[in-house]
Nanobody, 115 residues
Framework: VQLQASGGGLVQAGDSLRLSCAASGRTFSSYHMGWFRQAPGKEREFVAASTRNSGNTFYADSVKGRFTISRDYAKNTVVLQMVSLEPEDTAVYYC?????????YGQGTQVTVSS
């Protein structure tokens, strides 16, 4: 599977952004889909995920109540809606597709939140 993320940008604290990830291939529904992020000088960390069958969602504590992950099976896309952004959310955001031992990342999209 190939992943193409988009939607990043420079915003002010309190603003919203919508990240989108387009997945290639016909097996989109087979993958757990998620978002990770990596801030400068830090390890990549989990942000949100949507399971492949039930579509259950999971979030990092730091984004609960502010970020929402959703997936469109017809369009093979997964969206991360982010509201009430904080400077601490500044990072490169990566789309992820996982199934079993397989895990794929897209190229990343930069999100910068100014205070």
């Amino acid at each position: 599977v190939q992943l193409q993320a988009s939607g990043g940008g420079l915003v002010q604290a309190g603003d919203s952004l919508r990240l989108s990830c387009a997945a290639s291939g016909r097996t989109f529904s087979s993958y757990h889909m998620g978002w990770f992020r990596q801030a400068p000088g830090k390890e990549r960390e989990f942000v949100a995920a949507s399971t492949r069958n039930s579509g259950n969602t999971f979030y990092a504590d730091s984004v609960k109540g502010r970020f929402t992950i959703s997936r469109d099976y017809a369009k093979n896309t997964v969206v991360l809606q982010m509201v009430s952004l904080e400077p601490e959310d500044t990072a490169v955001y990566y789309c992820n597709a996982a199934y079993g031992s397989r895990s794929y990342y897209g190229q990343g999209t930069q999100v910068t939140v100014s205070s």
